[in-house]
Nanobody, 126 residues
Framework: QVQLVESGGGAVQAGESLRLSCAAS????????WGWFRQTPGKEREFVAA????????RYADDVKVRFAVSRDNTKNTSYLQMNSLKSGDTAKYYC???????????????????WGQGTQVTVAS
């Protein structure tokens, strides 16, 4: 069974940066796409970013497109989310995900995603 563990969350000031990591265990995820979602209390989990398997195509939510960057390191079975110029509106619990189908992530439909991490909190003070 695949396990995903996020790290790197924390509390920062607006304008600062954070890098989230998501390490997978249980099987290599070279053939899987990785995704990142976020959720605030009372709201649905929303798509943030995704990266495909072979050619590392990327997709972003509109409000993070120029500030966030998703990447992967297959040698470490890990995905990263570099978050720059953070805003108070980015405050949320961030979840990494993995799915054999990149289009599942692109659809933004969290209910269809195969694997999830437990989440890491990001708090941005204005």
């Amino acid at each position: 069974q695949v396990q995903l563990v996020e790290s790197g969350g924390g509390a920062v000031q607006a304008g600062e940066s954070l890098r989230l990591s998501c390490a997978a265990s249980g099987r290599p995820l070279n053939a899987y796409s990785w995704g990142w979602f976020r959720q605030t209390p009372g709201k649905e989990r929303e798509f943030v970013a995704a990266i495909s398997d072979r050619d590392s195509l990327t997709r972003y939510a509109d409000d993070v497109k120029v500030r966030f960057a998703v990447s992967r390191d297959n040698t470490k079975n890990t995905s990263y989310l570099q978050m720059n110029s953070l805003k108070s509106g980015d405050t949320a619990k961030y979840y990494c995900s993995a799915d054999i189908n990149y289009l599942t992530h692109v659809s933004g439909d969290a209910d269809r995603v195969q694997y999830w991490g437990q989440g890491t909190q990001v708090t941005v003070a204005s």
